[in-house]
């Protein structure tokens, strides 16, 4: 199986930053795209940031310019640095991935458990 493992969320206050890093493990055969995905009580997900395995980003118009996605495709893992934070961008945080558990079986989308970002204001 595959694991997602998120870190770096925490409380800051409106102008500051925060770095989220997630580590992907398990039976990975490729990664394709990997993002960041925030989530408010009562409302869906929405898409903060996604990047390709080939490194061409896209973002959200509520963070471009102040957010920004990285991978490292030797670890497996994917970063979001967020500078000029909101109280607006105070969200649970998830990381997603889309992977290839072998070469013969299709890819899937996995998760992971969230971290908190609290930004005051």
């Known amino acids: 199986q595959v694991q997602l493992v998120e870190s770096g969320g925490g409380l800051v206050q409106s102008g500051g930053s925060l770095t989220l890093s997630c580590a992907a493990s398990?039976?990975?055969?490729?990664?394709?795209?990997m993002g960041w995905y925030r989530q408010i009580p009562g409302k869906q997900r929405e898409l903060v940031a996604v990047?390709?395995?080939?490194?061409?980003?896209n973002y959200a118009d509520s963070v471009k310019g102040r957010f920004t996605i990285s991978r490292d495709n030797a670890k497996n893992t994917v970063s979001l640095q967020m500078n000029s934070l909101k109280p607006e961008d105070t969200a649970a945080y998830y990381c997603?991935?889309?992977?290839?558990?072998?070469?013969?079986?299709?890819?899937?989308?996995?998760w992971g458990q969230g971290t908190q970002v609290t930004v005051s204001s």
């Open positions: 997603n991935a889309n992977i290839r558990n072998s070469p013969s079986i299709r890819s899937s989308v996995y």
């Open positions: 398990g039976s990975i055969f490729s990664i394709n795209a």
């Open positions: 990047i390709t395995s080939a490194g061409i980003t």
